[in-house]
């Protein structure tokens, strides 16, 4: 650092040469809080039927918790299908009968840079997964999981699309991925904050 730099400058200096996830806890720790911002990612293939309800529902429970200040979720579409586009009407009513709301929801495309922006980037599929794994930055590859290994108790590894079928692959994907996204929390309450 030059000399004549003031701390203020030298804290600023820091937090620009920092890695992108670092900046956020920095950013908390020179702002007095003294927290980490965990930052998570659902991903499915088109960001409207999958990834939107498990984005909903865990945003729900993070809320539930008190700990949206800490937590920050979001989702996004290994395809560009529906970009802009609001969550699948099947997916909204099911989340909606619960007492969530994902309308204001709009899909978009996972990139590259969302490994340097997210602690979790969590696949509804292994096919989803291996296309995350193509566009993993070298150093991130612990940040991509299976969302399914969130709730191992079920047995199931991966989410079902739902897009082709009725209501009730909506219920099943939404049993899923409620216990998935309880597993999450759980997880980085132990583990992250």
Same mark, same amino acid.
């Given at each position: 650092?030059p000399?004549?730099?003031?701390?203020?400058?030298s804290?600023?200096?820091?937090m620009?040469?920092?890695p992108t996830?670092?900046?956020?806890s920095?950013?908390?720790r020179?702002?007095?809080l003294?927290?980490k911002?965990?930052?998570? %990612?659902m991903?499915?293939?088109?960001?409207?039927?999958r990834?939107?309800?498990?984005h909903g529902?865990f945003?729900?429970?993070?809320?539930e918790?008190g %700990?949206?200040?800490?937590?920050e979720v979001?989702?996004a579409g290994t395809h560009a299908?529906?970009?802009?586009?609001p969550p699948?009407?099947r997916?909204q009513d099911t989340?909606r009968?619960?007492?969530?709301d994902?309308t204001?929801q709009?899909?978009?495309?996972?990139?590259?840079d969302?490994?340097?922006?997210f602690?979790?980037?969590?696949a509804?599929d292994?096919d989803?997964y291996?296309? %995350?794994?193509?566009?993993c930055p070298?150093?991130r590859e612990?940040?991509?999981m %299976?969302f399914?290994q969130?709730?191992?108790?079920r047995?199931?590894?991966?989410?079902?699309d739902p897009?082709y079928?009725?209501?009730?692959?909506?219920?099943?994907?939404?049993?899923?991925?409620?216990a998935a996204?309880?597993?999450l929390?759980?997880?980085?309450?132990?583990?992250?904050?």
């Amino acid at each position: 650092m030059p000399d004549g730099m003031g701390e203020e400058a030298s804290d600023k200096f820091a937090m620009l040469a920092a890695p992108t996830w670092r900046r956020y806890s920095f950013q908390f720790r020179y702002s007095g809080l003294e927290m980490k911002k965990v930052r998570v %990612l659902m991903v499915c293939m088109g960001n409207i039927c999958r990834s939107p309800l498990a984005h909903g529902i865990f945003e729900h429970l993070v809320a539930e918790a008190g %700990l949206s200040d800490r937590i920050e979720v979001d989702s996004a579409g290994t395809h560009a299908y529906h970009v802009g586009q609001p969550p699948d009407p099947r997916s909204q009513d099911t989340a909606r009968s619960r007492g969530i709301d994902i309308t204001a929801q709009r899909a978009r495309k996972v990139m590259a840079d969302d490994f340097e922006a997210f602690d979790f980037v969590l696949a509804m599929d292994r096919d989803n997964y291996a296309m %995350l794994e193509a566009i993993c930055p070298p150093g991130r590859e612990e940040r991509l999981m %299976l969302f399914m290994q969130f709730a191992p108790e079920r047995g199931e590894r991966e989410v079902p699309d739902p897009y082709y079928g009725g209501v009730s692959g909506f219920e099943r994907v939404y049993e899923m991925v409620h216990a998935a996204a309880q597993g999450l929390l759980e997880t980085i309450r132990r583990d992250h904050l």
